[in-house]
């Protein structure tokens, strides 16, 4: 069941990708270059989104939180460095 | 419902609509499955699997024992959705380019800063996807998995990858562009 489900939350996941563009290789570099702000906005709205619906379903008691990414400084500054050179390279 | 049907055409959606699609599905992949959407993780597994197998002995460490346990997990399944999903969409918006002459390198800005080679896209993608999920071993996450996922929990991890990660794309935009930036 939850293969099911996963399976179909991915199938969504990469359709709302490729709708807004983000499999192509301009949209990503666009937005680091300013000419296009796709990503931003698509990540943006989809945190907020989020965000609300799960404190909401939290703060009504029917969901839990799954453990939160552990919080490294050093790790998650230097990882996100690191990770930008290749997302600009590639466009992924 | 004839409105509905001519967007799912739409090559193009607005990222505020695509976005809001992907939120609902970070809120219900928590809610039913109680994970956080990721992609990287699932390369890991997999790398790990294979790894067990050829060379026991260096894949016998932390990091694929217990941080990241090699096998078929949800994100692996979630990887098999995404790929068909971005074949669905292109699919409907009559884009996709499967076995189609051109479709290994059809970007049409990327020919004009690199050339039109297939080879160097190939290569340039594979060195820099090594790039990619090197980092993401480093900080927890990709995109999906740490920014978006951490970030709906609001999660500090999520807000210092992405400040890390504009600065640096910033900067290897920058680079590239050069002139044409």
Request: proline letters at 3%.
């Amino acid at each position: 069941m939850t293969n099911i489900i996963a399976l179909i939350l991915g199938v969504f996941f990469g359709f709302s990708l490729n709708k807004a563009g983000l499999t192509k290789y301009h949209k990503i570099v666009n937005v680091f270059r300013f000419t296009d702000l796709a990503v931003l906005k698509f990540m943006m709205t989809a945190l907020v989104v989020a965000m609300s619906g799960l404190y909401a379903l939290r703060g009504l008691g029917l969901i839990e939180f799954p453990n939160v990414p552990a919080t490294y400084i050093v790790g998650n500054l230097v990882g996100g460095l690191i990770f930008g050179v290749g997302m600009a390279l590639t466009g992924y | 419902m004839k409105f509905i049907l001519n967007y799912i055409h739409k090559e193009e959606w607005s990222p505020y609509v695509a976005g809001i699609l992907l939120g609902i599905v970070g809120i219900v992949a928590v809610w039913l499955s109680d994970s956080l959407l990721g992609a990287s993780g699932a390369f890991e597994n997999i790398a790990g699997m294979i790894g067990k197998v050829i060379a026991p002995a260096a894949f016998d460490n932390m990091y694929f024992n217990f941080i990241m346990p090699p096998g078929i997990t949800w994100g692996v399944i979630l990887l098999i959705g995404i790929f068909f999903g971005g074949m669905i969409g292109a699919a409907t918006s009559r884009t996709l380019m499967w076995g189609k002459k051109g479709s290994a390198s059809s970007d049409e800005q990327w020919k004009r800063i690199f050339g039109s080679q297939t080879w160097k896209r190939w290569l340039i993608a594979f060195v820099g996807a090594i790039v990619l999920e090197y980092a993401a071993g480093i900080a927890g996450g990709c995109t999906s998995g740490l920014a978006i996922s951490g970030g709906m929990l609001l999660a500090p991890a999520a807000f210092l990858f992405i400040m890390g990660m504009f600065a640096s794309g910033i900067l290897t935009a920058l680079i590239i562009y050069r002139n044409r930036y």
